[in-house]
């Protein structure tokens, strides 16, 4: 886009029959595309002093503004396009947990656990939780949950929360499904995962669940990690 032509100057210059005090209306229009397209100006006779020079603020031509939106929209789409490279090249998989350095000679390692003997859950909640297992690999942990859907509605997992016994917070990855739990539905599964170092995520920690704009309703506490 090249640029605008820089606009001749216009000077006006009142009649000497003109007595001081008297209102002028004066209309601009212009005629290269800029925004507005006229300037409506009053101008007082004074007989002491005037203005010398005007300026009026333009926004951008619909064509450059246009091109504009053009070139941020294209910037994003590079962005998302290099984005899903990544991604694509990105392993998942053992091999993933192999390139991150998230599998060492210990591989993964896992621990099952039951409701009552080994973890307790609050009476009243909408999720009645029958067994997890924990698994351990390295700078990663996860925990899976076995399901049922006390409630009347379908409920799905929008945000967890891993709490050690100091208070330490784990940091949630991901929670899986996003689907809806159904009511009624048996061994229905939720995969948390969280980082956490060696001594993190070691003692017994107390796992919260959410729905979306809700409060946690769900408390798995006593959760192990291999």
């Known amino acids: 886009m090249g640029q605008r032509a820089v606009p001749e100057l216009r000077i006006l210059v009142p009649s000497n029959s003109l007595n001081a005090g008297r209102i002028l209306k004066l209309k601009v229009r212009f005629v290269d595309g800029a925004v507005p397209a006229s300037a409506d100006f009053l101008l007082v006779v004074d007989s002491l002093q005037a203005e010398r020079q005007v300026n009026v603020e333009f926004q951008q031509p619909i064509a450059d503004t246009c091109w504009q939106a053009v070139e941020e929209e294209r910037a994003k789409t590079q962005e998302r396009r290099a984005g899903l490279e990544w991604m694509r090249k990105r392993p998942d998989g053992l091999t993933g947990l192999l390139a991150n350095g998230q599998l ?12 009552g003997k080994d973890f307790t859950q609050r ?12 698994y351990r690999a390295r700078g990663l942990v996860a925990v899976e ?5 006390l409630s009347p509605r379908p409920w799905t997992a929008a945000g967890a929360q891993l709490v050690g016994e100091g208070g330490v917070r784990l940091k949630v990855l991901r929670i899986w499904p996003l689907e809806p739990i159904l009511p009624g539905s048996e061994r229905q599964r939720v995969v948390v995962e969280a980082e ?14 959410w729905q979306d704009g809700e409060s946690p309703s769900v408390s798995v506490e006593g959760v192990m990690f291999p």
Do not use: F, H, Q
């Open 104 to 115: 060492d000679d210990k591989g993964v390692t896992a621990r099952r656990a039951s409701r």
């Open 123 to 134: 009476p009243g909640e909408p999720l009645l939780i029958s067994e997890t297992m924990s």
């Open 145 to 149: 949950l076995n399901v049922k859907n």
């Open 196 to 209: 956490a170092t060696e001594t993190e995520a070691r003692g017994r920690i107390t796992l919260s669940l």
